[in-house]
């Protein structure tokens, strides 16, 4: 078919700004497409994380009303963690019949004391997770 006459340029231009025109949204549409799933993805990770947070709230404010867990903090404002403890008279310091869970001066978790001996982070894996 050939273009002639006094509408060809105009013609011309409508077909090739349209043909442009799906090339441009053949590209966005994935990109497109790709954003929402990811936003899906983003918004159901947010989810588990809020059912966690309030699980763990939950399992705590349990062990706090039935007294079965009773946990003193101690932050060591001179102190940064390191791969040495620190040096500190354990006996006298803390409640020896407590669990005080040890932090750093940047709140770090250290460690804990109980009973009259430190348990390390560095020398004791998982002390602070649990």
Request: hydrophobic fraction near 35%; glycine fraction near 8%; aromatic fraction near 12%.
């Amino acid at each position: 078919m050939k273009l002639s006459g006094r509408y060809s340029f105009g013609l011309g231009a409508g077909v090739s700004g349209f043909l442009l025109l799906i090339l441009i949204n053949a590209f966005t549409i994935p990109d497109s497409l790709k954003q929402a799933s990811d936003k899906d993805l983003y918004r159901t990770q947010a989810e588990l994380e809020k059912a966690k947070a309030e699980s763990a709230k939950k399992a705590a404010d349990a062990y706090s009303k039935n007294g079965i867990a009773n946990f003193e903090q101690l932050i060591i404002s001179n102190y940064t963690l390191s791969n040495q403890p620190p040096q500190i008279d354990w006996n006298h310091t803390v409640d020896p019949t407590k669990k005080t869970l040890i932090f750093d001066k940047n709140r770090l978790c250290i460690g804990y004391a109980q009973q009259g001996r430190f348990y390390f982070t560095k020398y004791y894996q998982g002390v602070c997770n649990g």
